[in-house]
């Protein structure tokens, strides 16, 4: 999100939604399944790849680190894992199961991390 609101859940239920939205609502969500198969055999593609994806978990890390250093996790909290079980299971879901990411889902996927 561009603002965080200081408070974890309410900003992991917004990293959530923003993650779910570009998945399901834009031309790049659509194209990641072929990106990630054409990534192996393009260098250029694989960096630019990376390069976005970098860009999408500094964003997201920064906002888990921020958590911690307010107290709202634990400080051993490993942010990098932390962001990939928000958004492993989205991913999850969008790509390979074809459930729907309802809210309620976005909801309890926050809270099982929280917990």
Known sequence: PTH???????????L?????????????????PMMI??????????????VFVAG???VAVGVIRRAMDRGELP????PELFHDLLTGPIMLRVYVTGQRVTPRYLEQLVDSLLR
Request: no cysteine; charged share 35%; glycine share 4%.
């Open 4 to 14: 965080e609101s200081g408070d974890l859940r309410t900003d992991l239920l917004a």
């Open 16 to 32: 959530a939604r923003s993650y779910r939205r570009m998945l399901t609502e834009t031309a790049v969500g659509r194209a990641i």
């Open 37 to 50: 198969v054409a990534k192996t055999r393009n260098p250029d593609l694989a960096r630019a790849h990376d």
């Open 56 to 58: 999408r978990r500094a």
């Open 75 to 78: 400080a051993e909290t490993d």
